[in-house]
């Protein structure tokens, strides 16, 4: 099977397929991306790039869940996570993972947790 | 997979170093969830997919084999801004709980869930509960009062679905946003009140 450059009919998996490179999933840092991971854009984008790269780029200029992003761009997690690992490995892009209740090593985090409440208190 | 090898050091950046925290509203299917991050989300609330073919699970076979049939998961969710640098995220979990594995350790990382529970159909969240306790996810639970819900006594439901004392047990109309926000609220007191008995404890 040739994917074809520009798929005729962008849904489906042809389409991963050729976002991906044929990649089914990404190595290194970017394995441990979670659903609320913020991405960070850290340099713009350049020419010739990849339009979902550049679509990435420019959607977190603030920051941005991953999950809202996949959602933004119609993409799956898996799929999305490749072209993250992309721009992290090129540095495009910085990754802040959730904070965990517990810190490692530094035992349960009653700053953050009280933080948390006060802000729902307010809502 | 090993989260700490993904810090950053430094990652309170230029841009006032945003962070997130999640929750989870767990629970069986048609509890409430979806229905739970509509009403407390700030934002529209989304819905991420992840897609699978039905002959094979393995991730690896995932793309690019296209004569398999594709199964869509969905995972609602919304956010809560709870300061200018600090954004609470909530994911509805997909009802069918072998899902979760497609999320890279779904409950990885949140700080606790809340298990939505159908007082008509106690049975429909045992699975959720189980798995909280499996995963060792600390949780609260949350009995979604429907209109024809008949009235149960708190403390016969918690016998009846073997909740602990120290668990907190609380009635709610997932469709009201100050009830899903006290919901929450009871979550974060109960994980306040945990991280307390775990220093005293030391």
Redesign the interface.
């Known amino acids: 099977?040739s994917?074809p450059r520009r798929p005729t009919d962008p849904s489906?998996?042809?389409r991963?397929?050729v976002l991906?490179k044929?990649?089914?999933?990404p190595g290194g840092?970017a394995?441990?991306?979670?659903?609320?991971?913020?991405i960070?854009s850290r340099a713009a984008s350049v020419p010739g790039m990849q339009h979902e790269h550049e679509e990435i780029l420019r959607r977190c200029r603030?920051?941005l869940?991953v999950?809202?992003l996949?959602?933004?761009l119609g993409l799956?997690?898996?799929?999305l996570?490749v072209l993250l690992a992309d721009l992290l490995e090129a540095g495009r892009v910085?990754?802040?993972?959730?904070?965990?209740?517990h810190g490692?090593g530094r035992?349960?985090?009653?700053a953050?947790?009280?933080?948390?409440?006060s802000?729902?208190?307010r809502? | 997979?090993?989260?700490?090898?993904?810090?950053?050091p430094g990652?309170q950046?230029a841009?006032g170093g945003?962070?997130?925290?999640?929750v989870m509203i767990a629970g069986g299917f048609g509890t409430g969830k979806t229905t739970m991050v509509r009403s407390?989300s700030d934002i529209k609330p989304?819905?991420?997919?992840?897609?699978l073919t039905q002959a094979s699970a393995d991730?690896?076979?995932?793309?690019?084999?296209?004569d398999k049939t594709?199964t869509t998961v969905s995972?609602d969710?919304g956010?809560?801004?709870?300061?200018d640098s600090?954004?609470?995220?909530l994911?509805g979990t997909p009802g069918q709980e072998r899902f979760w594995f497609?999320?890279?350790?779904?409950f990885?990382?949140?700080?606790?869930a809340v298990v939505l529970v159908d007082t008509r159909r106690l049975a429909s969240s045992f699975r959720a509960i189980e798995e909280m306790e499996r995963l060792e996810v600390?949780f609260v639970i949350a009995l979604n009062v429907f209109p024809d819900s008949k009235e149960h006594p708190i403390e016969e439901i918690r016998d009846a679905l073997d909740i602990p004392e120290h668990i907190p047990v609380v009635v709610c109309d997932a469709r009201d946003?100050?009830s899903s926000?006290d919901v929450?609220?009871t979550l974060?007191?109960h994980?306040?009140d945990?991280?307390?008995v775990?220093?005293e404890s030391?």
């Open positions: 099977m994917a489906g998996l042809e991963y397929y991906t044929g990649r089914s999933g840092s394995s441990s991306l979670d659903v609320a991971t913020l960070v603030d920051p869940s999950a809202e996949g959602a933004h799956p997690f898996n799929i996570a910085e990754a802040r993972d959730p904070i965990p209740a490692a035992g349960p985090d009653l953050l947790l009280e933080e948390v409440l802000g729902l208190e809502l | 997979m090993d989260l700490k090898g993904f810090d950053h990652g950046a841009d945003t962070r997130s925290v999640k407390v989304l819905t991420t997919e992840e897609t991730v690896d076979h995932l793309i690019g084999v296209a594709e995972l969710f956010k809560i801004s709870i300061n600090l954004m609470l995220y994911f497609l999320w890279n350790g779904l990885k990382g949140a700080l606790g600390p946003r100050a926000r929450l609220v974060i007191r994980l306040k945990r991280s307390a775990a220093l030391r």
